[in-house]
């Protein structure tokens, strides 16, 4: 293993061992708003520590006016600090905090948030911040005003979480359990204005409290909607895919009872038509595979455009040449002839590759090492489109429902890309239900998922023409045939030449096992007539060979090829805190 994988590895390793990580099981916040008008805060916060820390810390917006400041551990001793950081005021407890649970108390004073208004006060608020990384196991929020809370008005951000709340006395205490991470706790109050017994600053926006209260009346119908505008969009965008492809399915995919197909025997002894091996294969799997082109060289033997035959040859790498070379037998091909009259395109590119990679006569070795580099892949791309292209000229099979989800599937993948700040906006404004927010990624994952299915299978949302379903019929009657062979014993083959016919599309077919298989249950004297009489049928375990020699050579060159691709709001407060 090279270095740098080994110091990539030991870095890798480092990091998992030195990874740390806190949470917050529980939060109490208290707030006791006194008749001057400060407001006097003690922030309880029970941390979970994971790995090593050296700082527990709560950050403040700068223009919050806070004095009085101060901080300590319970369990242990701990340095309280404020200072400016990343253009927040931060509350610092410093100490050595190795994997344990740690209660720490910050205590501080607030002066300006509560507002003279035209006729009443406000406390409006940001009681838990939305800087918080972590979620909080139970929330607990509790607030204390100068007078009974019957006499004044609450309105509670955002309106969309689940909380309990608690009234007693001149206090107000909000439960929020498993509060979301990045989530702000809000309280919007409406106090009578005798309760302060000094003056108040003044709201910027000066209002009446009619006109506070109708305004949360309105951002919490619009909240209302809003979240329900975008749980409808969520359940859309989830069902899109799924709903389109089975509407397209019904439309264009379905296939019609086609009265032909019923005079069509249930099996085709010999091809039923003039598709070469691979055309075939393609047909019936709709892609391309590598025993196309192995299918494509037994033919090539079949057509004498090239011969095959077993040689010995030196087996140099024999315990490594210390006791000298032993003879091992191999499979040699031999070119006959490099015209390429009268032969399908996809033949004329494999003719051409053979002639132009090899010499007259090679090896089954030879053609795996060769094929195995990276310059046959343009040659097998090319082999694949000229199939595709072929077999979209002979008008099989009909892919306008196929296009359209092409089409949808794309949109969607761009579509998704940009829902991804919009939901992320939802989801700060909880106006999206928390199960809803991974809508964009699902929709991503199904339209790509969609797109390689549709590729793949294109069948499926296509229709075939009478005619292709005929066609297409009678070769899987063809290649249940060849599935078969062994169970037909009283009607076998007899021709020579047909056995090697259906050797080489049942390689095609990827059932060439089962061909080989027929063979060696037929009378001794049968099996040896039909080795004498045929080069290809006088190896059958080469044949084999071949297919796993080109499947080896045709993964090696494509995997080596390079990358590319396819009302509320607005109080004061907030902020948050960690550790670090």
């Given at each position: 293993?090279?270095?740098?994988?080994?110091?990539?590895?030991?870095?890798?390793?480092?990091?998992?061992?030195?990874?740390?990580?806190?949470?917050?099981?529980?939060?109490?916040?208290?707030y006791?708003?006194?008749?001057?008008?400060?407001?006097?805060?003690?922030?309880?916060?029970?941390?979970s520590?994971?790995?090593?820390?050296?700082?527990?810390?709560?950050?403040?917006?700068?223009?919050?006016?806070?004095i009085?400041?101060?901080?300590?551990?319970?369990?242990?001793?701990?340095?309280?600090?404020?200072?400016?950081?990343?253009?927040?005021?931060?509350?610092?407890?410093?100490?050595?905090?190795?994997?344990?649970?740690?209660?720490?108390?910050?205590?501080?004073?607030?002066?300006?948030?509560?507002?003279?208004?035209?006729?009443?006060a406000?406390?409006?608020?940001?009681?838990?911040?939305?800087?918080?990384?972590?979620?909080?196991?139970?929330?607990?929020?509790?607030?204390?005003?100068?007078?009974?809370?019957?006499?004044?008005?609450?309105?509670i951000?955002?309106?969309?979480?689940?909380?309990?709340?608690?009234?007693?006395?001149?206090?107000?205490?909000?439960?929020?359990?498993?509060?979301?991470?990045?989530?702000?706790?809000?309280?919007?109050?409406?106090?009578?204005?005798?309760?302060?017994k000094?003056?108040?600053p003044?709201?910027?926006?000066?209002?009446?409290?009619?006109?506070?209260?109708?305004?949360?009346?309105?951002?919490?119908?619009?909240?209302?909607?809003?979240?329900?505008?975008?749980?409808?969009?969520?359940?859309?965008?989830l069902?899109?895919?799924?709903?389109?492809?089975?509407?397209?399915?019904?439309?264009?995919?379905?296939?019609?009872?086609?009265?032909?197909?019923?005079?069509?025997?249930?099996?085709?002894?010999?091809?039923?038509?003039?598709?070469s091996?691979?055309?075939?294969?393609?047909?019936?799997?709709?892609?391309?595979?590598?025993?196309?082109?192995?299918?494509?060289?037994?033919?090539f033997?079949?057509?004498?455009?090239?011969?095959?035959?077993?040689?010995?040859?030196?087996?140099?790498?024999?315990?490594?040449?210390?006791?000298?070379?032993?003879?091992?037998?191999?499979?040699?091909?031999?070119?006959l002839?490099?015209?390429?009259?009268?032969?399908?395109?996809?033949q004329?590119?494999?003719?051409?590759?053979?002639?132009?990679?090899?010499?007259?006569?090679?090896?089954?070795?030879?053609?795996?090492?060769?094929?195995?580099?990276?310059?046959?892949?343009?040659?097998?791309?090319?082999?694949?489109?000229?199939l595709?292209?072929?077999?979209?000229?002979k008008?099989?099979?009909?892919?306008?429902g196929?296009?359209?989800?092409?089409?949808?599937?794309?949109?969607?993948?761009?579509?998704?890309?940009?829902?991804?700040?919009?939901?992320?906006?939802?989801?700060?404004?909880?106006?999206?239900?928390?199960?809803?927010l991974?809508?964009?990624?699902?929709?991503?994952?199904?339209s790509?998922?969609?797109?390689?299915?549709?590729?793949?299978?294109?069948?499926?949302?296509?229709?075939?023409?009478?005619?292709?379903?005929?066609?297409?019929?009678?070769?899987?009657?063809?290649?249940?045939?060849?599935?078969?062979?062994?169970l037909?014993k009283?009607?076998?083959?007899?021709d020579?030449?047909?056995w090697?016919?259906?050797?080489?599309?049942?390689?095609?077919?990827?059932?060439?096992?089962?061909?080989?298989?027929?063979?060696?249950?037929?009378?001794?004297?049968?099996?040896?007539?039909?080795?004498?009489?045929?080069?290809?049928?006088?190896?059958?375990?080469?044949?084999?060979?071949?297919?796993?020699?080109?499947?080896?050579?045709?993964?090696?060159?494509?995997?080596?090829?390079?990358?590319?691709?396819?009302?509320?709001?607005?109080?004061?407060?907030?902020?948050?805190?960690?550790?670090?």
């Open positions: 293993m090279k270095k740098f994988e080994i110091s990539i590895i030991f870095l890798f390793l480092i990091a998992f061992v030195c990874a740390k990580d806190f949470s917050i099981p529980k939060a109490d916040v208290e006791t708003i006194n008749a001057d008008g400060t407001v006097a805060v003690v922030e309880n916060l029970h941390y520590l994971n790995g090593e820390f050296y700082q527990l810390y709560l950050q403040k917006p700068l223009d919050l006016q806070i009085n400041a101060s901080g300590y551990c319970l369990q242990k001793k701990c340095d309280f600090s404020s200072t400016v950081y990343e253009g927040w005021r931060e509350l610092r407890l410093d100490s050595e905090f190795s994997n344990e649970e740690v209660d720490v108390v910050f205590t501080y004073i607030i002066e300006g948030q509560v507002l003279g208004q035209k006729d009443c406000q406390f409006f608020y940001k009681l838990w911040g939305d800087q918080w990384s972590t979620s909080v196991g139970e929330l607990q929020a509790t607030i204390h005003f100068p007078g009974n809370v019957n006499q004044m008005q609450y309105f951000h955002p309106p969309n979480i689940e909380y309990d709340t608690l009234v007693s006395g001149d206090s107000l205490t909000i439960i929020s359990k498993n509060h979301p991470a990045e989530t702000y706790l809000e309280l919007n109050s409406v106090l009578p204005r005798d309760w302060f000094t003056q108040l003044q709201a910027v926006n000066f209002m009446s409290k009619k006109e506070i209260v109708e305004g949360e009346q309105k951002y919490e119908y619009d909240s209302k909607l809003n979240f329900i505008f975008w749980t409808i969009i969520s359940i859309l965008l069902a899109m895919i799924p709903v389109s492809f089975i509407i397209l399915y019904i439309i264009f995919g379905r296939e019609m009872p086609l009265a032909d197909l019923q005079f069509i025997a249930p099996y085709e002894r010999e091809p039923p038509g003039k598709l091996p691979a055309e075939a294969g393609f047909l019936l799997k709709q892609s391309v595979r590598p025993d196309f082109i192995s299918a494509e060289l037994l033919n033997v079949n057509m004498k455009i090239l011969s095959m035959e077993e040689r010995k040859v030196e087996n140099t790498s024999f315990l490594g040449g210390v006791l000298g070379s032993k003879k091992k037998k191999t499979l040699f091909f031999t070119v002839k490099s015209e390429s009259e009268g032969l399908a395109e996809h004329k590119i494999l003719l051409k590759s053979i002639t132009e990679d090899f010499q007259n006569t090679f090896s089954i070795d030879e053609l795996k090492k060769k094929w195995g580099k990276t310059s046959f892949a343009s040659t097998y791309l090319s082999f694949s489109n000229s595709r292209r072929s077999f979209a000229s008008n099989y099979l009909e892919t306008k196929n296009n359209i989800m092409l089409i949808l599937s794309g949109m969607c993948i761009i579509g998704s890309i940009f829902m991804f700040p919009l939901f992320a906006s939802a989801a700060v404004l909880n106006s999206i239900p928390a199960i809803l991974p809508a964009p990624s699902i929709l991503f994952i199904e790509f998922a969609c797109l390689f299915l549709v590729v793949s299978k294109p069948q499926i949302l296509g229709q075939w023409t009478k005619e292709g379903r005929i066609v297409e019929k009678r070769w899987q009657n063809f290649k249940r045939y060849l599935n078969d062979l062994t037909m009283e009607k076998p083959p007899g020579v030449i047909l090697e016919q259906i050797l080489v599309y049942a390689t095609a077919f990827g059932v060439s096992e089962k061909v080989l298989q027929a063979i060696n249950v037929l009378p001794k004297s049968e099996q040896t007539r039909i080795h004498r009489s045929s080069a290809m049928l006088a190896y059958p375990a080469y044949v084999m060979t071949v297919s796993s020699s080109v499947s080896s050579a045709v993964s090696s060159a494509t995997a080596s090829r390079g990358g590319g691709g396819f009302g509320g709001g607005g109080g004061g407060g907030g902020g948050g805190g960690g550790a670090r």
